[in-house]
């Protein structure tokens, strides 16, 4: 039997409340890295020893195995247990004994057709739905599924009782958002992630991970397949042992990557959602953020992936997609309902931040000196304008402060004057640079991108 935390017995208790009160669904939302398992295991656990029939199930293999092995170290009679992934619940409705509890992990899926078969079915049956983000991108609500909600503590909590690691928040951006286009899902097009991602950055992501976080334990989280390969290759040419997996990936492979990555033989952990949910890795220390995303839940469950605890760990999220600026830090307070919402309705409320112009960490809007760096912030003049004596008028330069790295400043950053091919480029360097206005008309008359204006 496994002992729970205060915090995780706490839950317990006031999801047999509700369920005693008479509620036939109930959702209990608890961050990840809070240890839902141990939850659930406990849960299950105290039905089976009542005599009752537990039907926990989920939208992947994967997480079935691990729930497995929560349960048997929990000291669950698995006699009295079915561990299905959904689509074979569904199959198979006519045949499974019918259970006391109906379990569901990552429920924020639990509205697709397939769950409300499930659900329907199993009318009268109680259900428990687990997730860290109650929440989905086309607004729709849970009401007509659950009608009690049983919250876990915050993020905040968790860090500052050291059960998930304090973390340090990097924006990095390298791509180009103007590209970025929706499906009907709500998320982005996979060909419009590839147009926005491009094909060049891979040497930034490896050159920011050794600036940042070097020999450190990193899960990479890529748009499409074959960009992890590609990034897995770009850490393998620079000496830094890394390796690709997917859906697709050999069992037997996929097993042997993820025990090189958690002997340390492996640093860089590359793939696109496979080590996303159900991933406990607690001394993997960086998670790399490559997929732009409207979805809460990916977002919270990525950047979160390097929070598990260990003593004087310190994690690092590296944002090359600036996913924060949709959702804000994943330990700001959030409201959760059970209710439709409005679609747009990510970070409102959450506390101003910017990234630092000269190490890319997110910080707080209010920081003059940079908590991470020591720098202090550049503020520019809101507004200026140059005009050469011939009245050539130059295009007009905004010096309005950028809240987030955005893929120019970081392009710019690294152009060398003599790269740059137009006015836009150069007025790009002066801005990544902080270059004086004059700078830019100087190299501009001197490059011939200024024509002299005949009276």
Known sequence: MIELYDYQQRIVNETRQSLAHGNRGVVIISPPGSGKSVIISEIARLTVNKGGIVLFTVHR??????IRNSFEQAGVDMTHVI???VMKVAHRLAILPKPSL?????THHSLAKTYRK???YYADVPRLGFTGTLWRMNGQGFQDIYSDIVEGPSTEWLIEHHRLAPYRYFSVKLINDDKLKKSSTGDYTAKSMDDAVGKTIFGDVVRTYQEKTPGQKAILYAHDVEHSKQIAKSFNDAGIPAAHADAKTP???RLKIMDDFKSGKIKILCGIDLYGEGVNVPDCSVSILLRPTESLALYL?????SMRYQPGKVATIIDHVANYTRFGLPDDDRDWSLMDRKKKQHKNDATPIRTCEFCYAVIPASANICPICGKERVIEQSESEIEEDNSVELERIHGKLDMKADYNSVR??????????NMED????????????GWVFYQAKNRGFIKTKVH
Do not use: W
Not at 412 to 420: G, T, V
């Open 61 to 66: 293999q994967e997480l079935i195995n691990q």
């Open 251 to 253: 069992t037997a492979e």
């Open 83 to 85: 561990l299905l992934t």
């Open 426 to 437: 150069l007025q790009g360097i002066a801005k990544a640079r902080h270059y004086k206005p």
């Open 102 to 106: 109906i379990i569901v992990d990552e």
């Open 412 to 421: 710019y950053a690294r152009m060398k004057p003599a790269d740059a091919q």
């Open 118 to 120: 499930i659900y329907d």
């Open 301 to 305: 469950q990525q950047s979160m992936r």
